[in-house]
């Protein structure tokens, strides 16, 4: 396929005074015509006729079908509801010709530009990029249904489907670039065979890929530590603020009250915790007496390190 490709001084383009002379919206546009625009040739492109036969108000407009989002999933695809039928051979061949005749004449508008910097010439650079977008966009919206058509016939280990629609996609526009309506035969046929070469040599790089490494990582099997570790942390403050508590007895434990917390939560280094009956023994007091008094005893503590919270 011959490519004709036109180029720009960027500089030259985007002087001051063109930029004034456009709206926001044109401006913006403005900025992103590339320096290279390259089209698909035509003997009818030449014919003085040919831009109100293919823009003009008698000009035959094309009926593109509704797009509908791809599913994430192969089988979720047998649920949608049918998709329109594909474009006619006319709507097909008008479409193309519409496409590659705006990019034929943005094209000659950049050389034009870049001999020669004006505000009308880059008005008219405007005006032909946004039909060349436009049209681009229905010719995609168009043939996507290719793609999801492709993948579903396709067994690549290895690459999810998702994968699959995103390569697809970019090949479909590299497609569209492309084609050439003059040769006689229909895109789906030469985008298809673009798509499929896409998914082998995808299929074929996730191949090697899994051959150099084999066990793929999985972040769901990776251990998350912060929890513990933010539990490990609150505990060490809780002691430390008990531990201050007690040596300066914020709490106004009574010597009883110490001994059985003591006992009971072992808070002496290297001690073993305390049945409420061996503390019982220890201070002379029954089992229930040195329950009250611990519960009487923790409550006091309780009190005291909310305090201590709230003065820090």
């Known amino acids: ?7 720009v001084r960027h500089g030259a383009r985007r002087s001051l005074s063109i930029s004034e002379g456009l709206a926001e919206s044109e401006r913006r546009l403005y900025e992103r015509i590339p320096a290279d625009v390259s089209y698909v040739p035509h003997p009818l492109y030449y014919r003085p006729e040919t831009e109100e036969r293919l823009f003009g108000k008698q000009a035959e407009e094309t ?3 509704a797009w509908r989002p791809f599913p994430e999933r192969p089988q979720d695809a047998a649920h949608l509801p049918a998709q329109r039928a594909r474009l006619s051979v006319d709507d097909e061949k008008r479409g193309f010709l519409r496409y590659n005749y705006a990019r034929f004449r943005l094209s000659g508008l950049v050389e034009a530009q870049h001999r020669q910097a004006a505000l009308v010439t880059a008005k008219e650079m405007v005006l032909w ?6 049209i ?11 793609v999801i058509a492709m993948a579903k016939r396709t067994s690549a280990r290895n690459v999810e489907f998702a994968e699959l629609i995103g390569e697809g996609n ?14 006689g035969f229909r895109f789906s046929t030469y985008a298809c065979r673009a798509i499929l070469k896409t998914f082998r040599r995808l299929a074929g790089k996730a191949q090697r890929y899994r051959a150099l490494f084999p066990v793929r990582y999985d972040p769901k099997l990776d251990p998350d530590d912060h929890d513990m570790m933010r539990d490990q942390a609150n505990r060490r403050d809780w002691l430390e603020s008990l531990g201050k508590v007690l040596a300066a007895n914020l709490a106004d434990l009574s010597p009883v009250e110490r001994t059985i917390l003591t006992e009971r939560f072992a808070l002496r280094p290297r001690a073993d915790r305390q049945t409420l009956a061996a503390v019982g023994r220890m201070v002379g007091l029954t089992c229930e007496r040195v329950r009250q008094i611990q519960n009487v005893a923790l409550g006091k503590l309780r009190s005291a390190l909310e305090a201590q919270a709230l003065a820090s």
């Open 63 to 65: 009926d593109i079908p």
């Open 1 to 7: 396929m011959i490519q004709v490709t036109g180029a």
């Open 136 to 146: 681009r966009a229905g010719l995609v919206r168009a043939y996507m249904p290719l």
């Open 129 to 134: 990029y946004r039909r060349v977008m436009d």
């Open 170 to 183: 970019l090949a479909l526009l590299r497609s569209i670039d492309k084609f050439d309506v003059a040769r």
